[in-house]
């Protein structure tokens, strides 16, 4: 019998309502992730927030009143969890906002509970040396965590964007990207060159020091981060597992991030 990596997999808080017309939480996130990591030999856990704090939700307004606004209290549960899992990774969503600031017009959609949550777990994952896989929202929450920052909204921010926003399916590409000869990603994929699809309006700005841009879209917004130390984390602004069912470059980043759970975590 093979070897199945067990791997955490964020996501993203989203409220409805039931058939009673009361508030429903939800934990949502792309089946493309699940689908992306069943293809390449490993198994995705799906988990929510966690807040610290005993009543998660409250009427009226879904996210947890007045939460901790740092990580310590969350550490003991990102651990347990990190102990018995081989990777994590950092799925896409709404805008990063790591800090107790209210948010802007070009700052929105925020989930302050998921941005708390998913450094606790970044920084057990970073402390275990367990791989690291980031996607779109994964890249800037890594990059603001270890001491970055972000482009607040690339169209408004941005001189002379690429469009970063595309309109049709995240199925199709829609620039290239550009990869360092030396980077880690360009070994995986075999290219330096290739195209992916596109669907963020905020982006990288200043780099993390414990992080290396290794990766460009024609603009010159940074599409590829790659930790300086730790044996295996990758972020990429892109959507590749909605290309890893047709697409060989996607495919070989999720295969090569699978294997190195399988032997490092």
């Known amino acids: 019998m093979g070897s199945y990596p067990l791997i955490v997999v964020t996501a993203s808080q989203r409220f409805t309502s039931d058939w009673n017309g009361k508030h429903l939480a939800q934990v949502r ?19 929510g927030s966690y807040t610290g704090v ?10 947890a009143q007045n939460p901790p606004r740092k990580i310590e209290p969350l550490m003991d549960r990102a651990q347990a969890l990190l102990d ?8 896409g969503g709404g805008d990063v906002l790591l800090t107790d600031e209210d948010g802007t017009d070009s700052v929105r959609e925020m989930d302050r509970d998921r941005d708390f949550w998913e450094a606790a777990l970044l920084k057990a994952a970073l402390a275990a040396k367990k791989p690291i896989l980031g996607v779109c929202r994964g890249l800037q929450l890594m990059n603001v965590y270890l001491g970055g920052d972000l482009w607040d909204d690339i169209p408004s921010d941005y001189p002379n964007p690429l469009i970063h926003q595309q309109i049709s399916s995240r199925k199709k590409t829609s620039h290239d990207v550009l990869l360092d000869d030396s980077s880690k990603l360009a070994k995986i994929c075999g290219s330096t060159r290739f195209a992916v699809n596109s669907g963020h309006h905020q982006a ?5 020091g414990d992080l290396a841009a ?8 940074i599409e590829v981060l790659e930790h300086r130390s730790h044996p295996w ?8 597992e909605a290309l890893a069912h047709k697409d060989d470059m996607a495919g070989k980043l999720f295969k090569a991030f699978v294997d190195a759970c399988r032997e490092l975590g």
């Open 233 to 240: 984390a990758i972020a990429v602004q892109w959507h590749p």
């Open 54 to 63: 005993g009543d998660h939700f409250f009427e009226g307004r879904g996210y």
């Open 214 to 221: 290794t990766g460009h879209s024609p603009d010159g917004l």
């Open 29 to 47: 996130v792309s089946y493309q992730y699940c689908d992306a990591l069943y293809r390449a030999g490993g198994l995705p856990m799906v988990v």
């Open 84 to 91: 018995k899992a081989k990777g994590l990774v950092l799925t």
């Open 204 to 208: 990288a700005k200043n780099v993390a």
